[in-house]
């Protein structure tokens, strides 16, 4: 039996992971910690809270006190690092909170990992270091050596924690590796994002906001499948290794917003077209033969099965969804959708 320590499980990849992990290894504790920002939502782990071998505690990866106390008491085998701030609209906003959670507790987690028994660290990151591709070169993708050319301060504080994990293992030994996957969806994931906030504009009938003109290409995969992707590094993995994680599934923004109003059985007059962007970054598309060939993972999700699963999901869980667009997330939505565009999305 091995404790493992997740962070930032009450977020949508991180919960998925929790959820995902109980199931396949129920053997093993979970340990998870989250801050619980705006992001993060109790409700995602409230089916596991009584489970004897999962624990929940509210802290931030950035109090060292904290983190090292709890280390000292629960002595992790492993650690998994979800924790972010991961809206990349948030980050143009305001970067500072960007460098703090994803630079500074990303240091802080692997300095207890050091203090406590060199303990194996896993850093969850994102195909958003590389930068971006032409929409014109499909021939183009990204590999585990393409240089990192980000775009975004959230993309920007991404590449700078993978740069300090890579500079741990160099430095101290610790056996860490890095998977960087493409855009995910699926279950608990918070409605800010494309596809949840599509599918719940769909379901209340009201206006679907597309930057630009929608043409931004995205590689998108089943949140199960990157768990078990990341489980898969952290048993088997090479230490000191990064692993790209994508299933081949490019999609234009537009094409996804169309298929949901489709599947929805809505009508296209929804789609409003809203500025772009800064800097939005035009197609993102994984190369994932490494950890095909190393580790034998394959995405076992097709878009078409994952797409009707993630729709029933949010059919079936309205309530979840509904709490969170009606609070303070409501305030943020009518800042970035509502007065700039004169919409009222909402
Ligand atoms: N969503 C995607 O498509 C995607 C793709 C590739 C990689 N990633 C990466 O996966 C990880 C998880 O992404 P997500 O989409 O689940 O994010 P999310 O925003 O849904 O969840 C992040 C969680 O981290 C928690 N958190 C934030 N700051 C914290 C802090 N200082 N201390 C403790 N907890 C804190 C939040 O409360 C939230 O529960 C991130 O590191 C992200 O960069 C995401």
């Given at each position: 039996m091995s404790t493992i320590i997740v962070t930032g499980g009450a977020g949508f990849i991180g919960g998925n992971f929790v959820h995902y992990h109980l199931k396949e290894h129920p053997e093993d504790r979970i340990v998870c910690i989250d801050k619980l920002t705006y992001a993060g939502n109790l409700s995602t782990l409230a089916s596991v809270m009584n489970n004897p071998n999962f624990r929940f505690v509210k802290l931030d990866i950035c109090d060292r006190e904290g983190i090292f106390k709890l280390f000292e008491e629960e002595k992790p085998d492993v650690v998994i690092n979800f924790a972010a701030e991961s809206h990349v609209d948030r980050s143009i906003e305001d970067p500072g909170i960007f460098l703090q959670t994803n630079i500074m507790g990303t240091a802080t987690m692997m300095d207890a990992c050091r203090e406590y028994g060199n303990i194996r660290y896993h850093q969850v990151s994102t195909d958003e270091v590389y930068g971006d591709l032409p929409l014109d070169r499909p021939d183009l993708f990204f590999t585990e050596t393409t240089p990192i050319h980000t775009s975004s301060p959230y993309s920007s504080s991404k590449a700078g924690a993978d740069l300090l994990v890579m500079a741990y293992f160099r430095t101290y030994g610790l056996p860490v590796t890095i998977s960087r996957c493409s855009n995910n969806y699926g279950p608990y994931h918070f409605p800010e994002k494309l596809i949840p906030l599509m599918i719940a504009n769909c379901l209340n009938d009201k206006p679907l906001p597309v930057y630009g003109e929608g043409k931004n290409v995205r590689d998108w995969l089943y949140v199960e499948d990157h768990c078990k992707a990341i489980d898969l590094i952290v048993r088997n993995g090479s230490v000191g290794e990064v692993y790209n994680v994508g299933g081949h599934n490019e999609m234009a923004n537009i094409d996804i917003v169309k298929l949901i109003i489709k599947e929805l059985g809505k009508d296209e007059s929804l789609i409003t077209y809203v500025t772009d962007r800064k800097g939005h970054d035009l197609r993102y598309a994984i190369d994932p033969t490494k950890i095909h060939n190393e580790l034998g993972w394959l995405p076992e999700t097709k878009f078409a099965d994952g797409i009707k699963k993630t729709i029933k999901w949010y059919l079936d869980n309205r309530s979840w969804?509904?709490?969170?667009?009606?609070?303070?997330?409501?305030?943020?939505?009518?800042?970035?959708?509502?007065?700039?565009?004169?919409g009222d999305y909402l």
């Open positions: 969804w509904e709490e969170i667009i009606s609070g303070e997330y409501q305030k943020y939505y009518d800042k970035m959708y509502g007065d700039s565009n004169n």
